[in-house]
């Protein structure tokens, strides 16, 4: 916590960051930075609470620029796909920061989970929609659609998000 504020960082500017940025701006002690390759995206949400919002340009593979932004933010909320999560993940370990994602844990923080947890650090993952209904929605996509007489040859699901009651 840097002054009265909770200086987080969000990797990404989609669609399911605008409900986890108000929720977050209800604690009333957040400043939140929202970091993405789309900048005017990012801009765009910053309409929800200007004082306490900001947007910024980052590309995740410029890893001066992700460890400078990392560093001067107290948490690490990752919202962008899941296979670019490892140099953020990395990095967090590095400068000790800890990170969200919405994403499953993959075979690349599997192999870091011993260095976080001796950093005394704290990755959490699998946060927000819940994988069984992930699952069932995919089934029931791929069952209507071979039903129609499609044949399905890729899925990706961009779905998650973290909880938000409003």
């Not at 560093?71 to 690490?76: F, I, L, S």
Request: hydrophobic fraction near 40%.
């Amino acid at each position: 916590m840097q002054g009265n504020f909770h200086k987080v960082l969000l990797l990404g500017s989609g669609m399911m960051t605008p409900p986890l940025i108000r929720e977050l701006l209800k604690k009333g002690d957040v400043k939140i930075t929202i970091a993405s390759n789309l900048v005017k995206e990012a801009e765009a949400l910053c309409a929800f609470d200007p004082r306490n919002l900001s947007a910024a340009f980052l590309d995740v593979k410029d890893l001066k620029a992700l460890e400078a932004m990392i560093t001067a933010h107290d948490h690490v909320i990752s919202f962008i796909p899941p296979w670019m999560h490892t140099p953020i993940a990395n990095m967090c370990l590095k400068v000790g920061r800890n990170m969200t994602t919405s994403s499953y844990i993959s075979p690349d923080m599997e192999k870091i989970h011993d260095q976080v947890k001796g950093k005394g650090l704290i990755f959490l993952n699998e946060c927000g929609l819940d994988p069984g209904i992930d699952i069932m929605g995919t089934m029931k996509i791929v069952h209507e659609a071979e039903g129609a007489g499609y044949k399905v040859v890729s899925y990706e699901s961009y779905c998650g998000g973290l909880p938000v009651a409003d």
